[in-house]
């Protein structure tokens, strides 16, 4: 029931999810923080239930962070990342699955548009793409990135796009999820674009 | 050699009142009367070459006792020392290799590689039950990301540090001020990187310091195993072509003639007056 998805642009990524923690017909709260920060450089939208949702996105921003302390302070590429958590869910799958749909993005110098966004989904797919959408929002939201996603887009025109799936949503999906968190990735590290609802109040 | 160990040596877990570890040092002695192995990172890739000792007249030289391993598409070592402990520090590379690029989906920075190598070695010197490698590695390695390559060399006490220019067996020491007369080091070369020797003129010149070094009387005869990692190889580590070889054998071979024949004809000057 969750809605993730997320708009690559030259010079970074865009992570959107909403904000809603529920179950049968209770609302726990509207604030809730679905884009896990995994590294300096890199963010991870998670769909699914809340404590796979915790428990995969701590387990592989933790490690992650193994790896810079091991390694001598070195970074793994986004694609690295990717690979790696596509390899836990993998590796998960026919033991205890984790029930998490995930949308990757990072940003690394080295590559051609700076920004790089993975999808995958809980049985261990991978795909590297331009913009991708889990759960029921795909239906409202991947026609809108086909038509108005371009090679070459900045930040503004990408979290536009963005915005304009948050109004397709509002208006059309049967699930009302007032309240969306928005982030971007790019040379300066995550930071938090716009939070419909602040997931720091208690 | 002077130090007896005198019973501080019987194992690689006891430490000698002055802070030695022998068994270490012993092993390291098994590198030192070891085949020379040089490494040199050029302007366009690292080369390496080995120094084969061909024991034996029925050896089938050609394709045994391999000195030079590909560890991935991107690394390769050479090894000098105990040859079969040498097989044993490839064979868990390529493990290491293989791990990385399964877990990450990239291949394996070089550093990482190099850390990963010398912390296996290292494990070896710290166990009553095990001994040391006796064994050095060479390691060549180029990261597609960075677009950087790079040469390590780790010894058997487990220390890897990254070189310029890297020697170890018999012939380290003159091979080492050989190779600091040539421009490998850019802050060092007088026209910075751009004037740097490339890896044609590399292989050239480790050719000519591995023969240069080699005593016909003394030492047996032995083959030049080369390879290298570069620009030209697509960045893929691959034996240097036979031909290649020979011609840079062949040039060796005349430079060393002339410049005999000059320090004789010096000789004879000095003789004169």
């Not at chain 1, 509207?30 to 450089?41: R, V």
């Not at chain 2, 050095?136 to 990261?143: G, K, M, P, R």
């Amino acid at each position: 029931m969750d809605t993730v998805f997320g708009v690559s642009y030259k010079g970074g990524v865009v992570i959107a999810t909403d904000q809603v923690n529920a179950r049968s017909i209770l609302m726990y709260q509207q604030n809730l923080d679905k884009i896990a920060e995994l590294s300096s450089h890199s963010a991870m939208g998670v769909s699914g239930p809340n404590c796979d949702l915790v428990n995969f996105s701590e387990y592989i921003s933790k490690n992650l962070a193994l790896y810079e302390l091991s390694n001598d302070g070195m970074k793994l590429s986004t694609h690295a990342q990717a690979n790696f958590c596509r390899g836990e869910l993998a590796k998960a799958l026919r033991k205890g699955p984790f029930q998490v749909n995930v949308i990757l993005g990072g940003y690394d110098e080295n590559v051609p548009n700076g920004g790089s966004l993975y999808i995958m989904d809980y049985l261990g797919s991978c795909h590297k793409v331009n913009y991708g959408a889990q759960g029921y929002a795909s239906n409202f939201t991947l026609s809108i990135m086909d038509r108005d996603w371009e090679e070459g887009m900045n930040e503004e025109q990408a979290v536009k796009i963005v915005e304009h799936c948050i109004r397709e949503l509002n208006m059309r999906f049967l699930l009302n999820q007032s309240n969306f968190i928005i982030k971007v990735v790019d040379k300066d590290g995550v930071r938090t674009v716009k939070a419909d609802s602040d997931p720091s109040d208690n | 050699m002077a130090s007896s160990g005198s019973g501080y040596d019987l194992s690689s877990s006891t430490f000698s009142p002055d802070g030695r570890i022998f068994q270490v040092e012993y092993a390291a002695k098994a590198v030192e009367n070891a085949g020379t192995a040089l490494g040199l990172r050029c302007r366009d890739g690292v080369v390496l070459a080995v120094e084969k000792p061909l024991q034996n007249k029925m050896l089938v030289a050609a394709t045994t006792g391999r000195r030079i391993h590909t560890v991935d598409e991107h690394s390769g070592v050479a090894i000098t020392g105990f040859i079969s402990d040498g097989r044993q520090i490839v064979n868990r590379a390529r493990d290491e290799a293989i791990n990385y690029d399964e877990t990450y989906g990239t291949k394996i920075p070089p550093k990482t590689l190099a850390n990963r190598i010398s912390a296996y070695v290292h494990y070896f010197t710290l166990h009553g039950a095990l001994r040391p490698f006796g064994a050095s590695t060479l390691l060549a390695s180029y990261d597609p990301a960075t677009r950087q390559h790079s040469l390590h060399m780790v010894e058997p006490s487990g220390v890897a540090y990254e070189y310029f220019g890297a020697a170890a067996g018999r012939g380290r020491q003159p091979a080492r001020t050989e190779m600091e007369k040539l421009a490998i080091n850019p802050k060092q070369a007088d026209g910075g990187e751009a004037s740097m020797i490339d890896v044609a003129e590399g292989v050239r010149q480790l050719a000519k310091i591995i023969h240069s070094l080699h005593d016909s009387a003394k030492d047996k005869p032995f083959e030049l195993e080369m390879s290298w990692l570069c620009e030209a190889s697509g960045w893929k580590h691959k034996g240097v072509p036979k031909d290649v070889i020979a011609s840079a054998v062949e040039w060796a071979k005349k430079e060393i003639e002339e410049a005999e024949e000059e320090s004789d004809e010096e000789d004879d000057e000095g003789m004169e007056e």
